[in-house]
């Protein structure tokens, strides 16, 4: 029953996790912050405020795959705990 708690009062965020230290997110976020720094630089303002709004939209897009993603994920569960559930 915690968990249901948790879930009302909003303590659980499925969408927040930890990205360990080496791991290959930790590589791969380093690497897109680099290159983004470095195309930064070289990049006059119109061309950074556009770049801004691409990678907003990316951002925006991302979030949503994300969650549709969860939804997919957390329907299957529920199919497979009903099917497992099921008397034979």
């Known amino acids: ?3 249901i708690k948790d879930l009302y009062y909003g303590n659980i965020h ?3 996790r930890e990205i360990k230290k080496n791991s290959e997110i ?3 976020a380093k690497l897109v912050l680099r290159h983004d720094a470095e195309l930064g630089k070289t990049l006059n303002e119109s061309e950074t405020e556009l770049f801004g ?3 907003d939209a990316w951002s925006e897009l991302t979030c949503l795959n994300e969650c549709e ?3 997919i994920g957390f329907r299957l569960g ?3 705990m009903a099917e497992a559930l099921q008397a034979e």
């Open 1 to 3: 029953m915690d968990t």
């Open 78 to 80: 529920i199919r497979l």
């Open 26 to 28: 930790d590589r791969l």
């Open 53 to 55: 709004k691409l990678k």
């Open 14 to 16: 499925p969408y927040e």
């Open 69 to 71: 993603n969860f939804i």
